[in-house]
């Protein structure tokens, strides 16, 4: 017998949405194994379960050829070159049941303090008017997503806009609600907020550093990357005043998570410069996510841009490795929720809990798939008033799962991918995936040499991982 060692020590996660499949013939064998090589020699990546062994040369020259052969099943090759691989797999194209709520962001503000080209959000107004969240809808919303989540189970409330610090009233008054309310259902309550940070003040510090908060900042570069993206009013620096909010947070009070979110656009500097910025900065992680579907097309990475982004996605990937290797820290985001997924054998049917476990609340209090998808009817999951629309939400789990769509079910990367941001899928189609398949199968052998080098890396944190950043740079 052929002896595979498989490297990590947890075994895959269940998978997040799907289910158990009937013993079905597999899918097509290319999308279900691939074989690469690491500083340490050959390996073998399964799909299913997103498992990673060791491979002897000789076997792995052989199940590359196999893998050219697209209709070759997964059972055929274990069994002629006696690999200890198959096993039922963990997904196929059921789609999943709608789960409980986890987590609901409310547009507090549907209107932004400054001016960026690369919004998806058109200034957080989504093509309609400005306009704020009343206070009754924000506190119904908080009601909704507890009488919605599954017994005592920690919920998110997320606030969003637009700038959601332009709310700020709003955002003070619903975290002490929602805590209390949370506290009398039996349910643990976090907070998540996005902002651009130009004008938070002391009082929203004290707010961040009292509660468990995870604050999002955008930033686009150095002085002057951030301000060609991201114009202020009357020509003001946008990053001045981001550092004032900086100093605002080291004085008066830090959140529990603070990362900073870059959104890559063709005119964004040079991505390794881009992160030692941030990371100098004090981030707890900064993490990159490529602008796919801009209003103005000219902030768009496309196809064609696409291998630019991955060679230094690569470059920012390899010093990390190099870091963390030799037992430094190194808070790129990307790089470590890839490596946290691989090791815990994250494979999933879909990119992300939009329209599952995660809502989006508009101002309005109409409910959608999430934040991005605010008020676009394609996405419309129900209302705070009447709840989430079961059949909306099974229509688009139905619709979304990775085994059902064109062309991933014949991916290799479609358990680590999930299918793509449905946000951007919606709007501009599949332009990443060459760039998705060639950031993960970097990953794949960084995962592997890390493993090696710093074995401790991948021992459990004192408490779950709190990043922010997507494991493939896109949203
Ligand atoms: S979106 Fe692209 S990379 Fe992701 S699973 Fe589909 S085909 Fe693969
Ligand atoms: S990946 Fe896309 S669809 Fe999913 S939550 Fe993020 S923006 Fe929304």
């Given at each position: 017998m052929t002896v595979l060692l498989q490297i990590g020590r947890r075994p895959p996660e269940p998978a997040e949405g799907g289910r158990a499949a009937p013993a079905a013939g597999p899918p097509a064998a290319c999308a279900e194994a691939k074989v690469f090589r690491s500083a340490q020699g050959a390996h073998l990546f399964v799909a299913d379960g997103s498992r990673v062994y060791d491979l002897p040369e000789p076997v792995a020259a052989r199940v590359e050829r196999w893998t050219a052969t697209p209709d070759a099943s997964l059972p055929d090759l274990a069994r002629e070159l006696d690999l200890p691989l198959w096993s039922r797999p963990r997904i196929d194209g059921t789609p999943a049941e709608p789960p409980p709520l986890a987590s609901l962001s409310l547009n507090v503000m549907q209107a932004c303090n400054l001016s960026c080209g690369h919004c998806y959000a058109d200034e957080g107004r989504f093509g309609g008017s400005a306009r704020s969240m009343p206070r009754h809808t924000a506190h119904a919303a908080v009601d909704r997503l507890l009488a919605e989540a599954a017994p005592g189970a920690d919920v998110v409330v997320g606030f969003m806009g637009?700038?959601?610090?332009?709310?700020r009233d709003l955002v003070h008054d619903v975290v002490g609600y929602a805590t209390r309310a949370g506290a009398a259902a039996g349910h643990p309550v976090r907070f998540s907020l996005t902002t651009n940070l130009t004008t938070v003040r002391p009082q929203d510090a004290r707010l961040f550093a009292a509660h468990p908060f995870t604050v999002t900042v955008s930033l686009d570069g150095d002085r002057a990357g951030h301000d060609a993206l991201r114009r202020a009013p009357g020509g003001a620096s946008a990053y001045d005043r981001l550092r004032a909010g900086l100093e605002v947070l080291a004085r008066h009070g830090r959140p529990r998570h603070l990362s900073a979110r870059v959104s890559v656009t063709p005119h964004t500097g040079r991505l390794p410069d881009v992160l030692e910025h941030g990371i100098g900065l004090g981030f707890d992680e900064v993490g990159f996510a490529a602008v796919v579907s801009a209003p103005d097309p000219a902030y768009e990475i496309t196809t064609r841009t696409f291998d630019g982004f991955l060679e230094q996605m690569v470059e920012c990937g390899e010093r990390a490795l190099a870091e963390l290797s030799a037992g430094r820290s190194y808070p790129f985001g990307n790089f470590l929720t890839a490596m946290q997924q691989l090791h815990r054998g994250t494979h999933r049917p879909y990119p992300c809990g939009a329209g599952a476990g995660y809502l989006s609340a508009s101002a309005e209090g109409g409910l959608y798939a999430c934040h991005r998808l605010v008020d676009d009817p394609a996405f419309a999951m129900g209302s705070v008033a009447d709840g989430p629309d079961p059949q909306a939400r099974r229509r688009h789990l139905a619709a979304g799962h990775v085994d059902r769509a064109e062309p991933c079910r014949s991916c290799w990367a479609r358990y680590l991918c999930g299918g793509g941001c449905y946000h951007e899928v919606s709007r501009r189609g599949r332009p990443g995936c060459d760039y998705i398949r060639g950031w993960l199968a970097f990953c794949l052998r960084a995962y592997v040499e890390l493993s090696q080098a710093?074995?401790?890396?991948?021992?459990?944190?004192?408490?779950?991982a709190a990043t922010t950043a997507g494991a493939t740079g896109l949203a």
């Open positions: 637009g700038e959601p610090l332009l709310a710093a074995p401790e890396f991948f021992l459990p944190p004192p408490e779950p």
